[in-house]
């Protein structure tokens, strides 16, 4: 049988199946495989109301997440595994924004189109507020409570008419306002997790500014420019790095080297409105989640730096909220919708049979997972010890530590007695005169001197015999040697070596008496040799 010549011995090209699979390289990556298990539905779907905010409940021994929507006017909650809705809060007529729970989430706040911002019992939305705050004259859009330490008093409200007000809630009076805290409106707000008292607000002057909520009325603490109309702003779990969205970009600011650029994200091709942070459950790391009026939704891991996996929906989204423990994500639309993912349980096993009936092949070889160093290594403790400062890095040199001596302890806790007799004991000459000025500008020196017992008096002569003459402390010390002979003279003449000490001290100024006036002898042969020598 002839070969057939019209074709290549060898096809000119591959068959599809000996491709590599860009399916099964994009399965290797662990990071999209979990967002890929995330079963996507609606939650609401409703009137033409944009779904302008979305907040979860603290994980504060909750079995189940609390959502909270701003939808309309009134405030929408969702509870349960999973999400089912709760009775909604109404707003009074007006368009809700905003809503925000307490760091124990027993309470959540709310503002309104008017200005007015309320405070609920989150287990009792139908019972009417408890507090009523009134300070804005235009829409609130910035309610947050405190996240860190536990703060239950005090709230943080901003708006459209550039106004900043920190909150005393159960008095209902503000702690501080600032009138002009921005040029234009007030759309992005966080509170700091490493501090109470912290918090950053965005606005539409295109700044970023951080408050410091116990010197808020006298200006922000640090203030820089994002560069685009701010739309959210958000702190990062350590609380030194600051993400803000505004225009189609995210920027990661280094807030504690003094609001420095540390990282630019354009993954968006329209204006980024939401931020969040999302919870790995399987690693525990977070990722920094995105929602923009392109649809997109997407995480971002900020220790790497790049963008891990994108979510399309069908319609612009205006918010975007992750539930504490990771398992659920909900995007809230402009068309009254809440896309709500929420992630599937899938056995180990299943994952294992899968990738074993597998024909394809795995062109891509996984990145290996680095290990997460934790507090129980020693190495955890010693990150960061080799780096080195690099050009404009804000060095923050760690302070030495003062080690104070005991008659300066003494002295803080106004034991001026003992304080003088540990330094009579130190036996040293500079120590002891410091102590002594100190108690003279304290107006304590003579009553210490007569509470003295006898040894510790005689502790005291010594120290006069031998110092009283040096020319550094004569003038003090001898004031005070004259003091003491004249305060204590009957217990000197008492007592044996007390009068043994006054001796001493007398021979000691007679013999410096002698020396000066030997001294000014020779001074006075001298002084006509130096005039002499001097024409």
Known sequence: MAADTSKPFFPAAPHPALLPSRGAASRASPEASYWRAFRSSELVSGAEFPVTDLSFAPATGRATPTLAAAWSTSVHLFSGEPLEPLPKISVAGDLAFSPSFRSDGALLAAGDKKGVVRVFRADKPTAGPLRTLRAHAAETRVVRYPVFGGDKLHLLTAGDDALLAYWDVPSETPVFTVPTAHRDYIRGGAASPADCNLFATGSYDRSVKLWDARTGNTGPSLSFSHGEVVESVLFLPSGGLLATAGGNVVKIWDVIGGGRLVHLVESHVKTVMALALGKLCNTGEVRLVSAGIDGYVKSFDFGKLKITHSMRHPQPLLSVACSPCGSVLVAGSSKGKIYMGKRKKVAVDDEEGRKGVSGEIDWVSPEPEKPVLRPNYFRYFLRGQNEKAKDGDFVIEKPKKVKFAEHDKLLRKFRHKDALVSALVKNNARSVVAVMEELVARRKLVRCIGNLGTEELGLLLEFLRRNATLPRYARFLLGVANKVVEMREEDIRSDEKLRVHI???????????????????????????????SR
């Open 503 to 533: 001796r001493n001290l007398k021979r000691m100024v007679a013999e410096e008496i002698q020396i000066q006036h030997t001294l000014q002898g020779i001074q006075g042969m001298i002084s006509p040799m130096l005039a002499l020598a």
